[in-house]
């Protein structure tokens, strides 16, 4: 097995990084704050000065630039989980077996 670390960035993408971060943390358009900005916008609307830090920090970061497609896959995986359906949503091929419905029931109640 291999245990090669990934190349490093290309040394234009390192000084531009090193470069703007501050800046970028002083504007609140560090990662940290456009990870909040896409939480905050799956409950709320943004306001302008918000939506304007978040398009411009996607428009700098690549590293950030799938959090919203990925805040509304999460989204839409919540709204499924949480429909009130009594019947559960398994394809009629995909059905527990009895003896992992035990299992999974013994598992549960162990727990605290």
Same mark, same amino acid.
């Given at each position: #097995? ?13 000084l531009m990084q090193?470069? #703007? ?5 002083v504007l609140g #358009? ?8 896409? !939480?905050? *916008?799956?409950d709320r609307k943004?306001? =302008?000065?918000? !939506? ?17 497609? *990925? =805040?509304?896959?999460? /989204? ?18 995909? *059905?527990?077996?009895?003896? !992992? ?7 549960? !109640? /162990?727990?605290?």
């Open positions: #097995m291999n245990n090669h670390s990934p190349p490093p960035p290309p040394l234009s993408y390192r090193r470069l #703007m971060w501050p800046v970028l943390k #358009m560090s990662c940290k704050s456009t990870y909040e900005l896409c !939480s905050t *916008q799956m943004l306001s =302008f000065s918000e !939506s304007l830090r978040l398009r411009l920090h996607l428009l700098i970061c690549s590293s950030c630039r799938h959090l919203p497609a *990925q =805040f509304k896959g999460l /989204k839409k995986l919540v709204h499924v989980a949480c429909d009130h359906d009594s019947e559960p949503h398994l394809d009629s091929t995909a *059905q527990l077996t009895e003896e !992992s419905k035990d299992r999974i029931r013994e598992s549960l !109640s /162990k727990k605290p």
